[in-house]
Nanobody, 116 residues
Framework: QVQLVESGGGLVQAGDSLRLSCAAS????????MSWYRQAPGKERELVAQ????????YYADSVKGRFTNSRDNAKNTVYLQMNSLKLEDTAVYYC?????????WGQGTQVTVSS
């Protein structure tokens, strides 16, 4: 049974930090590309960060570059998104995604709300 279990969302003030976690099971985690997406009400889903299977290559959206850090621990089957210097526009539901070939798995999403 494939599972992506996200945690770490919450309510924070602008300038604060959060760390999101996504624990994976039911597939070969070490061969999967892991991504974080976010979606705010009325807006399109946006790719925020991505990390290759071995962790050697990362991608960040321009809007979060320099503030967010994507990492993974293949021994723990877990991917992390460290979010620093949070801004109001970072408010969204954040989703963990695993992709391996044609397979595409999604977590349940976790709410991140940033207030002034």
């Amino acid at each position: 049974q494939v599972q992506l279990v996200e945690s770490g969302g919450g309510l924070v003030q602008a300038g604060d930090s959060l760390r999101l976690s996504c624990a994976a099971s039911g597939f070969t985690f070490s061969s999967a590309t892991m991504s974080w997406y976010r979606q705010a009400p009325g807006k399109e889903r946006e790719l925020v960060a991505q990390i290759s299977s071995a962790g050697g290559s990362t991608y960040y959206a321009d809007s979060v570059k320099g503030r967010f850090t994507n990492s993974r621990d293949n021994a723990k089957n877990t991917v992390y998104l460290q979010m620093n210097s949070l801004k109001l526009e970072d408010t969204a539901v954040y989703y963990c995604n695993a992709r391996r070939g044609y397979l595409n798995y999604w977590g349940q999403g976790t709410q991140v709300t940033v207030s002034s």
